[in-house]
């Protein structure tokens, strides 16, 4: 989230009267992420102050936003605590606003929990699994944008911009994922939309209890276990060293596994799909930072960190799961 598109008071408050969402109080631009314009809008209505979040986007387009608004609007259609995208009166949710395509969802309740306890890895493990099954019938699909081969396009554009020893690993993990991915076990893995983003930045709680997940606009179709892998690499690793917190991990799975129990090939699989999740974020963290885009908030995520999960995730590949046992 940030802002690269400067949207006036009254372009929000046309859109927000289309859409019948009240009276334009407050809008202001969010600080953070990397790829959309995002507003926090205010609105009153029959005397009632609602919050909602307005957002441009900047690299997707009209082709690819139709999988994620509705994507939401599923989720949100059979009880998972999402962001619902807010329909004109002919019920379509990608509108316009300064020439680029936007939507509005309305803003959860509660705050970013950046410092989890095994109980907030719990209740994401349990979230996601059951998000995973209410996916099943969602009859829209599109790739995951950020899946193998943007690794494959991408490694090559960030490697002038890193030492040897950082460029040995980007090519040999890279290969190794090729391989894994021609791999039967991984043709045998479950697959349907999948957040692929889901940081601790992107759920909300409240008092203790997980109010909803946000920021879908990394969604796509792929195996559950690479979202499962993603949760893992941030819920339940040590910020400053990136190493493993088996009892975070621990709940998370068994939570998990508590609404989906995970498949032959997906125990087989996650060392290997935990070392992918690491390479994905540190390609894209490569990318962002030497090849930034100017944007008048923003806040650009150090690369570094996800080299060290995914060192950590290459020299201990048989971390201690017992909820997978």
């Not at 606003?97 to 209740?123: D, F, M, Q, T, W």
């Not at 792929?222 to 910020?239: G, K, P, Q, R």
Request: with cysteine; hydrophobic share 45%.
């Amino acid at each position: 989230m940030a802002v690269f598109t400067e949207v006036s008071e009254d372009e929000a408050r046309a859109l927000l009267h289309t859409l019948k969402l009240g009276e334009l109080r407050e809008l202001r631009g969010i600080q953070g992420g990397i790829e959309n314009t995002n507003y926090f809008a205010t609105t009153e209505r029959d005397g009632t102050p609602h919050e909602y979040v307005l957002t441009l986007f900047e690299r997707l387009g009209p082709e690819q936003l139709p999988f994620y608004l509705h994507l939401m609007k599923h989720l949100a259609q059979r009880g998972i605590p999402v962001p619902d995208p807010q329909p004109d009166a002919n019920g379509d949710i990608l509108h316009t606003v300064c020439g680029k395509p936007a939507a509005v969802v309305n803003k959860l309740r509660g705050k970013s929990e950046l410092a989890p306890l095994a109980s907030h890895c719990a209740a994401v493990g349990a979230m996601l699994a059951r998000m995973h099954l209410a996916g099943r019938d969602y009859d829209r699909r599109q790739p995951n944008l950020r899946g193998l081969p943007w690794w494959n396009e991408t490694v090559p554009v960030v490697l002038p911009h890193v030492n040897e020893s950082q460029a040995q690993l980007l090519r040999g993990e890279l290969a190794f994922q090729n391989h894994v991915a021609g791999s039967s076990a991984h043709a045998a893995l479950p697959t349907g939309p999948v957040h692929a983003d889901l940081f601790r930045d992107n759920v909300m709680f409240e008092a203790g209890e997980l109010t909803g997940f946000f920021d879908f606009y990394f969604a796509g179709t792929d195996t559950w276990l690479f979202d499962i892998a993603v949760c893992l690499n941030d819920w339940c690793v040590d910020l400053p060293t990136g190493a493993h917190v088996p009892d975070r991990a621990d709940a998370f799975l068994r939570a998990y596994a508590g609404v989906r129990p995970l498949a032959a090939a997906e125990r087989q699989l996650l060392p290997a799909m935990l070392r992918a999740g690491a390479l994905r974020f540190w390609i894209s963290r490569l990318w962002d930072f030497h090849l930034p885009r100017e944007a008048a908030l923003l806040q650009a995520h150090d690369p570094a960190h996800f080299e060290r999960v995914l060192r950590q995730r290459v020299r201990a590949p048989a971390v201690s799961l017992p909820a997978l046992r």
